[in-house]
């Protein structure tokens, strides 16, 4: 697997300082993407969700837990785009929220 650095990422890719629409509209056209050609793969009659590849960190890592990773990732990506959506509704208000129920992060 290619090494990767997220937090670095945020620095080096300038995060911060692009915009919130586009990125979203380019994390849902990447996640499109992706499961077209998840779908486009040849069918099999079983997947081999236990096939497996070693990280060094990590030990054995199968097909079933990768994609499932895969999809939680994702969400912790939505919960963080709501938690920032919503601290900026409440910034740019003024108003209490307390009524919309409690922000869990």
Not at 68 to 80: F, I, K, V, Y
Request: aromatic fraction near 8%; hydrophobic fraction near 40%.
């Amino acid at each position: 697997m290619p090494p990767i650095d997220p937090v670095g990422w945020v620095k080096d890719r300038k995060y911060m300082a692009q915009n919130f629409e586009e990125s979203l509209n380019q994390f849902v056209r990447e996640r499109k993407k992706s499961m077209q050609e998840l779908q486009e793969l040849p069918p099999l009659s079983e997947p081999v969700w236990d096939n497996a590849y070693q990280h060094p960190k990590l030990g054995a890592m199968s097909a079933k837990m990768l994609l499932a990773n895969w999809l939680a990732h994702d969400h912790l990506h939505l919960r963080q785009i709501v938690r920032l959506k919503y601290e900026r509704l409440k910034s740019l208000s003024g108003e209490s929220l307390a009524y919309a129920g409690r922000m869990v992060t």
